[in-house]
T-cell receptor
Framework: ELKVEQNPLFLSMQEGKNYTIYCNYS?????LYWYRQDPGKSLESLFV?????AVKQEGRLMASLDTKARLSTLHITAAVHDLSATYFC??????????FGAGTQVVVTP | GAVVSQHPSWVICKSGTSVKIECRSL??????MFWYRQFPKQSLMLMAT?????????EQGVEKDKFLINHASLTLSTLTVTSAHPEDSSFYIC?????????????FGPGTRLTVL
């Protein structure tokens, strides 16, 4: 059974500092997705990582994928309040069936 | 971009009644849609895969007779929670896979919050 582990589950960030969220998964997959969820809302797609070594950046967020280590990271540069949300990684088990990580709740404070 | 809608966005019902939730892909065709549920402060759990023109496939532990899924067309899937009970109260989110996408990208609906009294 595929397991997807995120850590940390909670991250208190200071504005202006850098942080990383980790996503480990247990079986071979070359498709990994990152999403953001605001309270009471659905998921917003952030990144789709499709191959080993893939790196994508959007604003202060950068995601990477190492399929050999079965690890993806979401790096936040110079955190700002607007980034407060819960971040999920998801792995495609098969044919689009996603297994989600537990989520990382991010709170950015001044 | 691809848009998925859900209706209703929230619903309150009495225990024992049935509730239908619609999921529509607005600007693309979705041969496959997925239904997830999310309890407060928890992750999304895949409930079932809805395939146009065929029976849905359910994840282990999900009662297919309780959660009826119908994928009537390439743009519409419905989830009916039958004989709802308070423990069914949850946030239900659908997603749709773009049939034209090369990498199984899914687009998520805004979710339906179900409260069973």
């Amino acid at each position: 059974e595929l397991k997807v582990e995120q850590n940390p589950l909670f991250l208190s960030m200071q504005e202006g500092k850098n942080y990383t969220i980790y996503c480990n998964y247990s079986t071979t997959s070359d498709r990994l997705y990152w999403y953001r969820q605001d309270p009471g809302k659905s998921l917003e797609s952030l990144f789709v990582l499709l191959s080993n070594g893939a790196v994508k950046q959007e604003g202060r967020l950068m995601a990477s994928l190492d399929t050999k280590a079965r690890l993806s990271t979401l790096h936040i540069t110079a955190a700002v309040h607007d980034l407060s949300a819960t971040y999920f990684c998801a792995v495609d088990k098969s044919w689009g069936k996603f297994q989600f990580g537990a989520g990382t709740q991010v709170v950015v404070t001044p | 971009g691809a848009v998925v809608s859900q209706h209703p966005s929230w619903v309150i019902c009495k225990s024992g009644t049935s509730v239908k939730i619609e999921c529509r892909s607005l600007d693309f065709q979705a041969t496959t849609m997925f239904w997830y549920r999310q309890f407060p402060k928890q992750s999304l759990m895949l409930m079932a895969t809805s395939n146009e023109g065929s029976k849905a496939t359910y994840e282990q532990g999900v009662e297919k007779d309780k959660f009826l899924i119908n994928h009537a067309s390439l743009t519409l899937s419905t989830l009916t929670v039958t004989s709802a009970h308070p423990e069914d109260s949850s946030f239900y989110i659908c997603s749709a896979r773009d049939a034209g996408s090369a990498y199984n990208e899914q687009f998520f609906g805004p979710g339906t919050r179900l409260t069973v009294l």
